[in-house]
């Protein structure tokens, strides 16, 4: 690989290694003061940890890799999940020009820089210019449109590492041009692997501090790393920093490596559905502290905030309904602020649209009302739609009756005519399967319907 007479670190963020510890070529053992997770970090693809979905062997990522033939792609994933690993192990492999930029501190300039110079290398030597850019989500649609000419005739390879979603953050004519490859967080077992690698590895992690973690101190170090494996490695190497050489790191000394303790929240076990139960329940029974109570449990043990979106905008609906016709659009307008933000700003939202849900009247009559309408379709026979409702809109249909002697409601007082709109042998007896209760402007609608449909 031909190593970048630029890489110097300047002053614009442009091919400074440091910002994600990728080391250059001829740097094959990491400098000691280097952070433990920039030290371990993996130098080949057989040393990565985790992501066999897109790296396992036979995977189209992998094969690209090894055969030198990567296209333009973006790394969608949480933060230490190896997205800048396998920047670094392509930096290390590819036959490639590699840069580097991160989104924070590059910009058009740079960026342009790179175009200039990549094309001038392909026309002087024929070498592709593979360009990876950090948190690609940070640029803004005219710095992404910048990629677009380079990218389309192959003067630049782009790979673009982003922790937001691509549909909300990348550009579409980029997203068009390239493949998205989704990371995942790291499993119990990828974290294990990655906590005693670091402390046997005698050259680049703690081995010769002949350190053992305590079971407590393992579990609560895997816990608290919630997929994440800088995370893990950074806390390991502050206990490890306070356990003097030989010793044992217990779960006290690993709390303090972390910085905070870890919620007793498993998002696959019972924590996971005992506290979205709770959070539930809590909205439903209007009790706008407790359910904000769980909402910050929930968000400080990590659990995925659209999850949360998302049994917001179903309890809207199903435990609100037309008490308060606002509640879904103010669910799902916390839903896209999730979407969009992302944590952790969209903490706000959520806790606004929970704090409103909590608060308003509830009525699940929309609920109850589905339910006996679908179990009248499931047992009932089907009549047919009254030749009044059907579709008179083509040559004939008079003939057949259809919108025959249909009553238009506008032409009436109240925009209201009383006429037949359900089939035929529909029981009497199951109807209406829509009951308003007296809770906020359900009540409204309630009194007119009775009114307007003569109903006590």
Partial sequence: MENSSESTGESTGLF??????????????????????????PRTLDEVIGQAHILGVGKPLRRAIERDELRSALFWGPPGCGKSTIASVIARTTKAHFAEVHGTSGGVGDIRKVIETARERR???????????DE????SRSQQDTFLPVVEDGTLILIGATTENPFHSVISPLLSRTRTFPFVPLTE????????RALTDTERGLGEQRLTLSPEARLYLIAAANGDARTLLNALELAAQLTETGGTITQETAEEGLGRRIIGYDKEGDSHYDTI????????????????????RMLEAGEDPRFIARR??????????CADPMALPV????FQATEVIGMPECALNLAHVTIYLASVPKSNACTVALGRATEEVKRGEFAGVPKPLRDSHYKGAKALGHGVDYQYPHDFPENFVEQQYLPDGLPSENIPYYVPTENGIEAKIKARLARLWKRE
């Fill in 331 to 334: 669910a799902m307008a916390g």
């Fill in 123 to 133: 026309k002087a030597t024929g070498k592709r210019t593979l360009l990876f850019v």
């Fill in 189 to 196: 077992q990828d974290l294990v692997r990655v906590l005693d």
């Fill in 16 to 41: 400074a290694w440091e910002e994600t510890g990728i080391p250059p070529e001829d740097t094959e053992v990491p400098d000691a003061g280097m952070p433990l997770a920039a030290r371990m970090r």
């Fill in 277 to 296: 139960s709770a959070f539930i329940k809590s909205i439903r029974g209007s009790d706008p502290d407790a359910s904000v109570y769980y909402l910050a």
């Fill in 312 to 321: 917001l905008v179903i309890l809207a609906s199903e435990d609100i309904g």
């Fill in 136 to 139: 690609i989500h940070r640029f």
